[in-house]
C-alpha cells in the first residue's frame, strides 16, 4: 500500500524551530519530488517547497524562504521539513505529498500524507 | 503574480451535475489537476493532466480545459461528493466548497 506518515508537529513559540518527518512506504521513494502542503486553519491549500529525487534542487514559497529547509533521505525514504524562526502565521496542518508528472509541464500530487499540525503561540 | 480564480461555492440537488471552474492566465501552457478534501480529511487526487482520472475515483468526476479555464464536472452528484475542491497548476487555487443538498 502507498503511503505517507508525517509526524513532529505540536505547538511551539514564536521564533522557535521544528522539524517534520514524513516517511513513506509503498513505491519507489527515491524516484519521485516530494511536496510539502501546508492549510492554515479554515483557509486553502498553500505549496510550500519541493524537493528533488536526488535532494539537489529545492524549491520554496517565498514566505518561508530563509527559515524553512526541505531535505530528505533516500535509504530510510523520508523527507524531513525543518522550520526556524516560526511565526503565528506558519500555523498549518503540513502535509507531504509525492510530486508526479513532467517538470516544468504537468504537475501532480499524489498520494497526500494525513497531515500534521504546527501551532505557533505563546 | 501568478493566480488561480475558483468560485468560493457551488451548490446542486443530488443527481444534478456540478461544475467548477478554475481560471488562471498560465492554463493554456500548462496542465492542471483537481483535489477533493473532506472535512478533517486530507486531499485526494480526482483529476490530473487536464481530463484523466486516477484509478479509484469515479467516472462521474471528469475534467477538461479551454483557453485560461479549467473545469471540473461531477455529472450526478452525490451527498457523499460534498467537499471543498482545488484545482493546481504551479500553484493552488483558493478552493470551491461544493454542497449537494
Known amino acids: 500500500e502507498v503511503q505517507l506518515v508525517e509526524s513532529g508537529g505540536g505547538l511551539v513559540q514564536p521564533g522557535g524551530s521544528l522539524r517534520l518527518s514524513c516517511a513513506a512506504s509503498g513505491f519507489r521513494f527515491s524516484s519521485y519530488w516530494m511536496t510539502w502542503v501546508r492549510q492554515a486553519p479554515g483557509k486553502g491549500l498553500e505549496w510550500v517547497a519541493n524537493?528533488?529525487?536526488?535532494?539537489?534542487?529545492?524549491k520554496y514559497v517565498d514566505s518561508v524562504k530563509g527559515r524553512f529547509t526541505i531535505s530528505r533521505d533516500n535509504a530510510n525514504n523520508s523527507v524531513y521539513l525543518q522550520m526556524n524562526s516560526l511565526r503565528a502565521e506558519d500555523t498549518a496542518v503540513y502535509y507531504c505529498?509525492?510530486?508526479?508528472?513532467?517538470?516544468?509541464?504537468?504537475?501532480?500530487?499524489?498520494?497526500w500524507g494525513q497531515g500534521t499540525l504546527v501551532t505557533v503561540s505563546s | 503574480s501568478y493566480e488561480l480564480t475558483q468560485p468560493p461555492s457551488v451548490s446542486v440537488s443530488p443527481g444534478q451535475t456540478a461544475r467548477i471552474t478554475c481560471s488562471g492566465d498560465?492554463?493554456?501552457?500548462?496542465?492542471a489537476s483537481w483535489y477533493q478534501q473532506k472535512s478533517g480529511q486530507a486531499p485526494v487526487l480526482v483529476i490530473y493532466e487536464d481530463s484523466k482520472r486516477p484509478s479509484g475515483i469515479p467516472e462521474r468526476f471528469s475534467g477538461s480545459s479551454s483557453g485560461t479555464m479549467a473545469t471540473l464536472t461531477i455529472s450526478g452528484a452525490q451527498v457523499d461528493d460534498e467537499a471543498d475542491y482545488y484545482c493546481y497548476s504551479t500553484l493552488f487555487g483558493g478552493g470551491t466548497k461544493l454542497t449537494v443538498l
Open positions: 498560465a492554463l493554456p501552457k500548462k496542465y
Open positions: 505529498a509525492t510530486r508526479r508528472g513532467v517538470v516544468g509541464l504537468s504537475n501532480w500530487f499524489d498520494p
Open positions: 524537493i528533488k529525487q536526488d535532494g539537489s534542487e529545492k
